[in-house]
């Protein structure tokens, strides 16, 4: 029998747990928009924040609303009752969406460490160079999962496992691997930059322009290492939903927290806007 739709089964457990789970969902995507929301803001608005950095970090949050959106609405969906039907078309609009949305987190974030590299490394030539086939599924159509994706997919899938992991391999070394690989590169001559500086404070300086970057980049692909490395545990286990959710929502609200907490010219800009808005109120 052909499947046209899958059941996604959401997670187990009592119903008070699904609606706890639910409205802190709905507050950390509310806040997620929010906050990504305000940096594009204060980007456009602020002449003070024209420099790539910030170019690339609103673009970042341009990208993490539209991987929270991506799943988020379908998740919530989900969590109101015990488990939620999706059309095929649907899911694989869906999966598309999330899998090109990380893939171009992955390349910002590369983007971004390139330009710490040229900040740090060759600050004289900053502003010279940083200028502005179908596959079949059959028997079971039930997802032990919270939205359409790849792992819990190809445990039902009667293709071939060796020839369907190929093509995910392939996709995994080009946006995955081969962004960190360019990213640790961009590091490693990074820290010898900073250690050749002569005086402490040079050096904490120089550390302080790159530690948002780095810990944004620590977060975001440790999260994902342990959401593909956990399926050991079983696929169906609220663990690896656990860390799903926490890779397509609460990433996309960290990102843009992470960068504001220690940047004063985000500060500044905020506190600007807030200003002129209490001067028309």
């Known amino acids: 029998t052909r499947i046209t739709e ?23 995507y509310i806040m997620s928009l929010t906050v990504n929301s305000m940096i594009i803001g204060l980007y456009l608005g602020s002449r003070n924040l024209r420099s790539p950095m910030y170019f690339f970090l609103s673009h970042l949050s341009v990208n993490d609303i539209m991987l929270s959106t991506s799943v988020g609405p379908n998740v919530l969906s989900t969590l109101q009752g015990d488990g939620k039907t999706m059309s095929v078309s649907a899911c694989v609009v869906q999966y598309w969406l999330s899998g090109f949305f990380t893939g171009v987190e992955y390349l910002l974030l590369t983007v971004m460490s390139y330009d710490r590299y040229l900040a740090i490394c060759n600050p004289l030539h900053y502003v010279t160079i940083m200028t502005s086939k179908h596959s079949g599924f059959c028997g079971c159509n039930t997802l032990d999962y919270i939205y359409y ?8 899938s009667c293709a071939d496992k060796v020839i369907v992991e190929i093509p995910k391999t392939v996709l995994s070394i080009s946006f995955l691997l081969m962004p960190l690989l360019f990213i640790m590169t961009s590091y490693i001559s990074i820290i010898l930059s900073i250690l ?17 970057h780095l810990t944004v980049v620590c977060t975001y692909y440790g999260i994902l290492i342990v959401k593909y490395t956990v399926p050991s545990m079983g696929q169906s286990s609220n663990v690896n939903k656990i860390f799903s959710l926490v890779h397509t929502m609460v990433t996309p609200l960290l990102n843009p927290i992470i960068y504001s907490v220690r940047n004063q010219e985000i500060k500044k800009a905020l506190s600007k806007r807030i200003s002129v808005t209490l001067t028309v109120v």
């Open 196 to 212: 050749r500086i002569s005086t402490s404070t040079g050096r904490q300086k120089a550390f302080f322009t790159c530690i948002s």
């Open 149 to 156: 994706d790849y792992a819990p997919l190809l445990e039902i």
């Open 6 to 28: 899958f059941l996604l089964l959401g997670f187990s457990g009592s119903r008070t747990l699904k609606v706890l789970l639910f409205f802190l969902y709905i507050v950390i």
